[in-house]
């Protein structure tokens, strides 16, 4: 991909250029060059590295991601009348904050609502939350379902090993991802992993649910932000093909087809994402997401009209 600029053999791409004790998966878009969340600047055009900004002139404020919308923290006497708790809180819910809510509050919404089916189905049916949330051929006309699925699990004591490792992975993967490219991004790319892999689903007369098309999303989008660098690329394959094989294990031809819709899609969508920041800068922001989130919904289409013809 344009945009990476230095060789692959100069330093290993998966750590900071300015603190090769720390790990990331973030580019610099201006040079290419690795950058932890201390060292990403928010510009116009993406996140840059701070030589990058100072080359450009200083025209843009160093605001590093990682401090929640770069502003110093105040002393207020508002500030330190609130408790404890309801400033983290604060923090924490805050849009342009870094702290991971979207994947914490997935995965926490799958865990309880598994729980939840397990009780209202005695662990031996798809329990109540599956019934009315997961994607199931002869609904599509139930359009949420193509979103909500990917929160729901059947209530079965069985897939306590399917959210189990589910959960490990998503973990290890999801709130890192999340902090590094901003919940904007995170979501536009989990939420076309899950919406792509549960039409597919349904078109093929398969049920669709759990996290796992959103996880290999995540595994897709990473892979094309490391493409140009060997070492990081192999890694992530790696990665990919131990969490294929696992989840063809439990989840056969469904676990097959989450994986590569699910890799394909988000892989897809983040870059669509890069091409638009490198190539069409002055564009809209809102741009890029709207052509991700228009192709999504056409192939959404296509499996709701077809579920409603058969």
């Not at 892999?197 to 796992?212: A, C, D, R």
Request: glycine residues 14%; hydrophobic residues 45%; charged residues 10%.
């Amino acid at each position: 991909m344009s945009g990476f600029g230095y060789p692959a053999d100069e330093a290993d791409p998966s750590v900071c250029y300015r603190h090769p004790d720390r790990q990331s998966w973030v580019l610099c878009q201006r040079c290419g060059r690795t950058i932890c969340p201390e060292c990403q600047i928010q510009a116009p055009v993406g996140v840059q590295c701070p030589e990058c900004v100072r080359e450009a002139g200083g025209s843009v404020r160093w605001t590093p991601t990682s401090i929640p919308g770069g502003k110093a923290r105040s002393g207020g006497s508002s500030q330190r009348r609130q408790p404890a708790w309801m400033r983290r809180l604060g923090t924490m819910l805050r849009p342009d904050g870094n702290a991971p809510v979207l994947s914490w509050g997935i995965i926490g919404a799958a865990i309880v609502l598994w729980i939840v089916g397990l009780v209202t189905s005695g662990g031996i049916g798809f329990g109540i939350p599956f019934t009315f949330l997961a994607a199931i051929p002869g609904l599509e006309y139930q359009i949420w379902r193509l979103v909500t699925g990917l929160i729901v699990y059947p209530g079965l004591w069985v897939s306590g090993l399917s959210v189990g490792l589910g959960t490990i992975f998503w973990l290890l993967n999801a709130p890192g991802f999340e902090r590094q490219v901003g919940r904007g991004r995170f979501l536009a790319i989990v939420l076309s992993a899950t919406v792509l892999s549960n039409s597919v689903l349904l078109l093929t007369g398969n049920l669709g649910y759990g996290i796992f098309a959103a996880l290999f999303g995540i595994f897709g989008a990473y892979l094309v932000a490391m493409w140009s660098y060997p070492a990081a690329r192999n890694q992530i394959l790696i990665m990919l093909l131990i969490n294929g094989a696992i989840n063809l294990a439990i989840g056969g031809t469904v676990g097959i087809i989450s994986m590569v819709v699910g890799v394909l899609a988000g892989g897809g969508a983040e870059y669509l994402l890069r091409w638009f920041d490198e190539n069409r800068p002055r564009a809209s922001k809102r741009t890029p997401y709207l052509v991700v989130f228009g192709a999504v919904a056409a192939v959404a289409i296509i499996a709701i009209l077809v579920g409603s013809l058969s």
